[in-house]
Antibody
Framework: EVQLVESGGGLVQPGRSLKLSCAAS????????MAWVRQAPTKGLEWVAS????????YYRDSVKGRFTISRDNAKSTLYLQMDSLRSEDTATYYC??????????WGPGTMVTVSS | DVVMTQTPVSLPVSLGGQASISCRSS???????????LHWYLQKPGQSPQVLIY???NRFSGVPDRFSGSGSGTDFTLKISRVEPEDLGDYYC?????????FGSGTKLEIK
């Protein structure tokens, strides 16, 4: 059974950093592109970043480029999102998602990030 | 960037009835490889999103045949027939043909 479990969310002050993790199981992690998608409270879904199977290609939405870094450790079957210089508008539930063919087929339950002083 | 316009915002339906959601893009979603990367998701209350339809009309594994996707170019539709209580929630279209990948603004399916 495919499982994705995010962790690392919490309350953080503006300008500070946070690192999210997503532990994958039930499939060969290294065979799949992966992504982070977020959802601000009461708002819609927003793609954040994607990474290729080997980690050599990464893609970001403009609003997080230069502040967020997506990475992966295939030996540990884990996806990461390093978030620096956090802003209030980054407050959201962050989901990791498996990306088999340019769409997301499995999602984790999400981890909440609140950026507030 | 390609703009995705999803309508309606809210869709009251009767149980057993039919629902239709539209998603329009400002540019064709046909990729140079010939595929159209338009997908549909359902987010039930308090849950993560789940894929219903991928690449316009392909039902994901385990999705009931009450759900169907159609369309081409810039106009796409998700139809739900014989609506059941478990179908309630927020529906999103999602396009990944062009960068950046983008979700529609969502449609809330609720009981009339």
């Amino acid at each position: 059974e495919v499982q994705l479990v995010e962790s690392g969310g919490g309350l953080v002050q503006p300008g500070r950093s946070l690192k999210l993790s997503c532990a994958a199981s039930g499939f060969t992690f290294s065979n799949y592109d992966m992504a982070w998608v977020r959802q601000a409270p009461t708002k819609g879904l927003e793609w954040v970043a994607s990474i290729s199977t080997g980690g050599g290609n990464t893609y970001y939405r403009d609003s997080v480029k230069g502040r967020f870094t997506i990475s992966r450790d295939n030996a540990k079957s884990t996806l990461y999102l390093q978030m620096d210089s956090l802003r209030s508008e980054d407050t959201a539930t962050y989901y990791c998602a498996r990306t088999p063919n340019w769409y997301f087929d499995f999602w984790g339950p999400g981890t909440m990030v609140t950026v507030s002083s | 960037d390609v703009v995705m316009t999803q309508t309606p915002v809210s869709l009251p339906v009767s149980l057993g009835g039919q629902a239709s959601i539209s998603c329009r893009s400002s540019q064709s979603l046909v990729h140079s490889n010939g595929n159209t990367y338009l997908h549909w998701y359902l987010q039930k209350p308090g849950q993560s999103p789940q894929v219903l339809i991928y690449r316009v009309s392909n039902r994901f594994s385990g999705v009931p045949d009450r759900f169907s996707g159609s369309g081409s170019g810039t106009d796409f539709t998700l139809k739900i027939s014989r609506v059941e209580p478990e179908d309630l929630g927020d529906y999103y279209c999602y396009k990944s043909t062009h960068f950046p990948p983008t979700f529609g603004s969502g449609t809330k399916l609720e009981i009339k």
